[in-house]
């Protein structure tokens, strides 16, 4: 039988076959030296930049060259039928406004940031930007440095304020977090994010690299039939965010991404209703959280001890936080995670999360949980947004070492809201080791309310697997092992009806 993913990866593969290279339009060459543009790092070129810009969708489309050289630039506002070609050393680079004379495009007026966040909703305000574009692509093997933006950004507006941020949070104080929240009209001239997308469709992102891009190295929000392939990420904050996007396949990917979410797929209110994401593949792609900068060096570094919300580096794939439109048909495979957190499936503002595959994934030094399913009841979202759903999830062929010892693989519902359907299968986890008897004793709160991270619940009662308000959850083949030893059971199991566990060798019904 075929399946709908056998389906979805078919559209998202022929779509980006049909991509490249736009041969009606792409042979028609728009160099932007010839518009004026100087390519000297010192000379502001967004005018010539958006000049060429222009005169290739006035000839009914065509490619926009960057010959080598370093382009400053203000805002870029992409067109249709419109391919920017990066040539080897080429740099798009972000300018400053409080080093350049300029400023980024000013946000939409008529959004109403409520339920999400500011970076979210927004997508003039950015380095390169597109509304309801089509048949458009940037293309490598160039640099873009978002060196002049800013990866700060106020939270949602949202009355309730309830699971705004992440309980590691709790104590930090308010001078720091406005430091990383400024008020809205701070924001004013700044560039937020570097490639932002809305309601565009037949995109093609490929071959390039990207260095500290602000709140979102790639933010694409309705977006459909989206291909993104042969990137280098290594920024600031998020790496890709993929919101209320149909038809999307990333493959091929580095995304290194120490203070934020790596590859992260959500479903927010940012188009003022809900939108699902769906049809999504995520292949053959690498996130981690090593040192800013040190993926694209080479180095690796691993000097930073914690992310801004004061838990351990973050990298990682994630569906979530942001659930109101759910998610569906979702596929994740061949993917690596290193010096971060793990594989996390959160529904927390209402939305049903169904038909998710996570499969063939390698994770080396853990920062968190490898796994973590979540079900909550922040519902930030519109009068009447209820508590979400989890079912038909299963994540097999999954081998993690080095994972932090407080915190095994779970999946948390919530009272009456169990986490259904979800499969484990030939899942191999080695965990550092060293929780206590005292640890083994803790009762976790429930915290229905709030921002969902495996930290949420504080240190967990075992070390391997823990599972509470969950129905028919099937667990084959769970390999468990310690590097030192620990106090501590492997398993915890409460509110867990159905539970089915085979190949199994640890565990005792």
């Known amino acids: 039988m075929i399946t709908r993913r056998d389906v979805t990866l078919a559209l998202a593969t022929s779509a980006a076959a049909a991509l490249a290279p736009f041969p009606a339009h792409a042979a028609r060459v728009f160099d932007v030296r010839k518009l004026g543009a100087r390519g000297d790092g010192v000379t502001l070129d967004t005018d010539a930049v958006n000049a060429a810009i222009e005169a290739a969708a006035r000839a009914g489309g065509g490619t926009v060259l960057f010959p080598a050289g370093r382009y400053l630039c203000f805002t870029i506002r992409l067109k249709s039928r419109i391919t920017l070609m990066l040539a080897k050393g080429a740099v798009i680079e972000a300018a400053d406004p409080a080093r350049h004379p300029g400023k980024y495009d000013l946000p939409e007026e008529e959004i ?38 800013t990866r700060h950004g106020p939270g949602a507006r949202w009355k309730s304020q309830t699971g705004e941020r992440p309980l590691s949070m709790k104590q930090m104080p308010a001078k720091s977090i406005s430091e990383l929240e400024p008020a809205a009209a701070a924001m004013r001239d700044q560039g937020n994010k570097a490639i932002a997308l809305k309601n565009g469709r037949n995109i093609r992102l490929s071959g390039f690299s990207m260095l500290k891009c602000g709140h979102f190295a790639i933010l694409a929000t309705g977006t459909q039939k989206l291909t993104i392939t042969d990137l280098q990420i290594d920024t600031d904050r998020d790496g890709i965010d993929l919101d209320c996007t149909k038809g999307v396949l990333v493959e091929r990917c580095r995304v290194n991404t120490p203070n934020d979410d790596g590859i992260v797929v959500k479903a927010t209110y940012a188009l003022g209703r809900s939108i699902a994401a769906e049809d999504i593949v995520i292949r053959h ?46 596929l994740i495979e061949d993917c690596t995670f290193d010096h971060c957190r793990g594989l996390a499936l959160e529904t927390v503002d209402g939305g049903a999360m169904t038909d998710v595959t996570a499969r063939r994934l390698v994770m080396r030094d853990v920062t968190t949980a490898p796994i973590f399913l979540r079900i909550g009841d922040r519902r930030r979202g519109p009068p009447g947004t209820g508590i979400g759903s989890i079912r038909d999830v299963t994540i097999s062929d999954i ?43 803790l009762v976790p709160p429930e915290v229905p309310t709030a921002y969902p ?57």
């Open 112 to 149: 109403d940031q409520l339920y999400q966040d500011y970076g979210h909703s927004y997508w003039r305000n950015s380095l390169i930007w597109g509304d309801g574009v089509e048949d458009v692509a940037i293309v490598g093997p160039g640099l873009i440095h978002g060196v002049g933006l």
């Open 285 to 330: 792609c690498a996130v981690s959280g090593y040192d800013l900068g040190t993926m694209l060096d080479g180095t690796r570094g691993t000097t930073m001890l914690a992310a801004p919300d004061r838990d351990r580096p973050t990298g990682r794939i994630k569906l979530g936080t942001e659930s109101t439109g759910g998610y569906a048909h979702v």
């Open 399 to 441: 081998t993690a070492t080095g994972i932090d010892h407080r915190f095994p693989a779970s999946i948390a519902g919530l009272p009456g809201h169990p986490v259904e359907a979800v499969t484990l299968r030939n899942i191999d986890l080695t965990y550092n080791g060293g929780g206590t008897a005292e640890d083994a004793a």
């Open 453 to 509: 991270e495996p930290s949420m619940f504080g240190v967990l009662p075992s070390w391997g697997l823990w599972v509470r308000h969950a129905r028919d959850i099937t667990v084959d083949g769970l390999k468990l092992q310690t590097a030192t030893p620990d106090a501590r059971p492997p398993f915890k199991i409460e509110d867990a009806p159905g539970l089915k566990a085979t190949r199994t060798p640890l565990w005792r019904d």
